[in-house]
């Protein structure tokens, strides 16, 4: 992934407000880098962008060797669906689906946007969900809604998910925000580990110092400008 | 690919289903379909029965009469379509009796006229002295009818007994009816003498069909059969014969064959169906198909109320599904088609659903009413369950799909900020196409455009007003200094939202007001239009010195002494000094207004229960002017200040047009097209008319008018009144019954209004109660605020509903309409008791519930 010149404006009260300015760094495949900043300081606006969940106002994104600013929203959602994982600090699981159908539903969208199949053919899509969240500890409440599950549970049906399509990419939104200390350095082991038997790059927004020493590399954020 | 997508969406319809994510939408789009297809079908079925009945006053569902013989390819292609047809011949004769009789046999065979001190017997044998050269002998109209006449209704005569005719009059045999009776002195078995032939009289005719309209060809009839025509030797060339052809079956075809009879109408001949015959009840009907309509339409309002609360509410819950999806790697192409499927699929089951429970509601409905079961309805025809159906899609993808177009466009980002909503742009074109439909939607089931744009700029002002109303009230109430004011500032705070809530269960407050209230007091006024004593007989052909005497023998038989009107015969010959003709018309009613003769009155005051719709009423009798009834008007193309030129007995008249009049024809008084100044007339030679209410107890006494005045004629109109009254009744039962299902609509609209009230309400109460509220205070809270948001609505619903019901009555049913204050109360009243008890009942969960529990899971 390559950031060149990433910059962010948007208008407030009729004035414009600069929260990106000339944003530049390179992350290799399997490396695993930590986006460090205050509140404010432009972290969840970088990761919307190098994940093409939003447009720059300047500069572009290369993921994967695509240039993520000549692609429309579709593409860059079709780009998503084939490289990306996501992991957000709201976990933001569909609150009428099972923890097994929040896994499933990835992997449902690309069979129904006929992307070429994901690993194994001859295992069924039930069958590759369950074993993503077998993998996450979560095998005896696969049935369970969100709602009847503690905050680490729901983190670890968002990992499962987010590993299901065996991504190239993970982006993680303060993945620990929602949780406890305990069960915020177990999910960051949980997923750590999963990143590394999967190889997947790993892209992480947080604040917390420690959790961003984890990770291969650094940088900071200040008033929407990298700083070292 | 689409295949895999729709999986998709089922796999994502049948979760969300197990969730009760859909159920709102469902209930509102089931009730929907449900009171639109109860509606439609019920009133398929009143309409078919109201025109069957109402043909029967025709015979026919249409009719071709000529001077010719009826065209063989007209017949072939009434036949063509499987209509069915009988033909007719009409022409006026004279009959005698075949036998004299002496005079002491008139006055035993007619015991009341030998009894009723009123009349002596001097008078008795100086009439039949006076008449004896003419006696036997009457002019008639006669009727030569073939196999199957009538095609619809039925005749019933006295041959002996009273009983409904099976067949038409056997060959060599007559029904005749009761005057020719009464004036030829004729007893069935008894013979007459029509052309070559001597007929037996079979029958006495009690009810007839087919009447003869206008008074002019009003003569006693006899019924023939058509066989026996050509042995009478009256059809000659040059007889005055009508020939008929009366085409009965499937409205559809009746509609289409009028359709290709109408291009090849000769001069001498037209078409008529009971609207065109009979104005009466051309007015009753359409003032039915009206009340109809309206009712249709409230249901089609509430259910568009109660599906845009459900559709809204669910796009909101949805909106983190699609930024998931989005996020996820779907395109806006698939989060549409997903969610296109879902509501295609809802919309499928819910159609089949909702229309099978129109279907037996109404079924139901029909046998839970007496008069409904007795009136043996017809089965309804499949056009309201079509109607219903693609009312009920369209109404889901008006209120659905469109927000659904925007959802696709929700921007992923919102899974990491929250506070994204949907994006406003580009949508002004999508609202304005579904405006387009939706309104489309509504006149179709109006049946009208009048009562269709009526209800929709209702609909749209009230929306407007309300919706503007309801914020200001909220901002206004808000700055009252009251202690523990929260609930007021917190339903200003969330003024868009409450003022949308207010709307919603406003509107549909104002239907159910307008379905209750306003609909009774629409219907008793329409009852007063026809009262009980409604002249239900027409006297005509009263000559100028026969007025007093006439007047004294209603005073001396008790009966009310009716208003004389004047009446002069004339044919309009120019309109601003251009010759007419008929063939100056294409319109076969306008020819043939043009080619007969008018009845013209005059007067010096407007004439009661008629209407000044444009221009002036004249101050001086001596001025030259002329009044136009507006239908006429418009058919002859005819406006104020025009120059109409008439001809009477040969001399001419012209005069300017100085107002236009609207006629109630179902008042049964006597009414005329063209009135005219006392000046212009008053010289000419004129007979009078008038009408007037015999009681069934009187008829004797119109027996007797008749024998005393023998040249007057007496038209029977009870036939048309009773008429006119079953069509009131029926409807006033059926908008009755109709009203308790659009009631259950109504509820739904509240269950929704109130549900999207719920997710935020419960939300704020979880806070709330984090920072110490008791359940009293919260409780109190909330009673506060169902309590304005009730009583706002009640009051915007009684004012909507006045106002709609003024403009319904005025514009399109043409009734008077005093709305009263309990509208208004209950609309106040009612609003605040429902909306707080529903309310209350919805929101009673959340102050026992975990705020924790509450505001983890949102």
Sequence with gaps: MQAENLGKQVESGGQPLVILHEINFSVKAGESLAILGASGSGKSTLLGLLAGLDAPSSGTVYLDGHDLSTLDEDGRAHLRGRLAGFVFQSFQLLPALSALENVMLPLELHTASNLPAINNHSISIQERASQALQKVGLASRMTHLPKHMSGGEQQRVAIARAFVGQPKILFADEPTGNL???????????????????????????????????????????????VI | MTGNIFRLSFNMLRRDWRAGEWRVLLLALVLAVGSMSTVGLFADRVRQALQQEATSLLGADLRVTSTRVISPEYRAAALQRNLAIVTSAVFPSMVSRAQA??????????????????????????????????????????MAVGQGYPLRGKIEIDDGAQHVATSIPQRGTVWVDARLIQRLNLEIGDEINLGALRLRVAARIVRDVDQAIGFVSFAPRVLLNAEDLASSGLVQEGSRISYRLLIAGEPNKVSELRSWLAERLQLSEKIEDVRDARPEIRTALERAENFLGLAALTAVVLASVALALAARQFITRHLDTCAMLRCLGASQAQVLQIFLYQFLLLGFFAVIFGCIIGYTVQAGLVQTIAAMRDANLPSPGWMPIWQASISGLALLLGFAFLPLWQLKSVSPLRVIRRELGIPEARTGLLYGLGGVVLCGLFLWQAGSLKLGFIVLGGLAGGLLIFGLLAWLALRALSKIPLTGNRALTNLAQHGRTNALQIVALSLGGMALLLLTFVRGDLLDNWRTRLPPDAPNRFLVNIQADQREPLLNFFTAQKINTPKLFPMVRGRLIAINQRTISGNDYPDPRARSLVEREFNLSWSENLPSGNELVQGRWWKQPTESALSVEEGIAKTLDIHIGDTLTYDVAGSQFSAEVVNLRKLHWDSMQVNFFVVATPALLENFTASYLTSFHLSADQVRAGDKLITNFPNLLMINTEAVIEQVRNIVEQIAQTVSAIFMFTLLSGLAVLYAALLAMQDERIHQTAILRTLGADSHYLRKLHLTEFVVLGALSGLFSAAGATLLGWVIADQVLDIPYRPGVMLLLTGVGGGAVIVTLAGWLATRRVANMSPLRVLQSS
């Design chain 2, 101 to 142: 009789i002496s005079r002491a046999q008139v006055i035993s065979r007619d015991p009341a006229i030998s009894r009723d001190p009123a009349i002596s017997r001097d008078q008795v044998i100086s009439r039949d002295q006076a008449t004896s050269a003419d006696a036997q002998t009457m002019l008639t109209e006669i």
């Design chain 1, 180 to 226: 406890d200390a305990n069960t915020g350095a177990q999910i960051i082991e949980l997923m750590l580990e999963l990143n590394r038997a999967h190889g997947t790059t790993l892209i992480l927004v947080t604040h917390d110092e420690a959790l961003a020493r984890r990770c291969s590399r650094q940088i900071h954020l200040a008033a929407g400008r990298v």
